[in-house]
């Protein structure tokens, strides 16, 4: 699967994608739990797209990491289409990304747009942190 194929609501996401930036770690309590969240920018061939990061996944990703995310899912946050692990989905840094020096990354908003403190502002689902321990937190 590529950037290209992604759909609204399409879950089953199998795809291999380079980070090329990840934003500010940003905490939040919603549903009575608190949770980290953090916006990185994912990049193939085809295109680029939000990458939502929740709680331990934040730790593992870094900018220059080829990741491969399985049994993922695709939001839809202000028009635009994120990628997230969603329940079920699994994160596994499998190498170094191979961005070519002079690959623009197009997006259509500053990634600052979605690294504020305004947590009121975050698209948080109750399932995107159901799984979350206190012992994590």
Known sequence: MQ???????????????DIVD?????????????????????????????FTLWNEDIDKVKAGDEIHLTNGYVNEWQG???????????????GKAEIKEDAAIKTNAPLEKYNNDNSD??????EDIE???????
């Not at 739990?33 to 680029?48: L, P």
């Not at 502002?121 to 109750?126: G, S």
């Not at 799984?131 to 937190?137: A, G, L, P």
């Open 121 to 126: 502002d975050l698209n948080v689902e109750e």
């Open 22 to 50: 990840v934003g500010e770690t940003r905490e939040f309590q919603k549903f009575g739990k608190s949770g980290r969240v953090a916006t990185a920018i994912a990049k193939d061939d085809t295109g680029d797209v939000k």
């Open 131 to 137: 799984d979350v321990d206190d012992e994590e937190i």
């Open 80 to 94: 635009e289409m994120q990628l997230t692990t969603g329940r079920m989905g699994k994160l596994e840094v499998v």
């Open 3 to 17: 950037i290209k194929d992604l759909k609204p609501k399409q879950g089953n996401v199998d795809i291999v994608v």
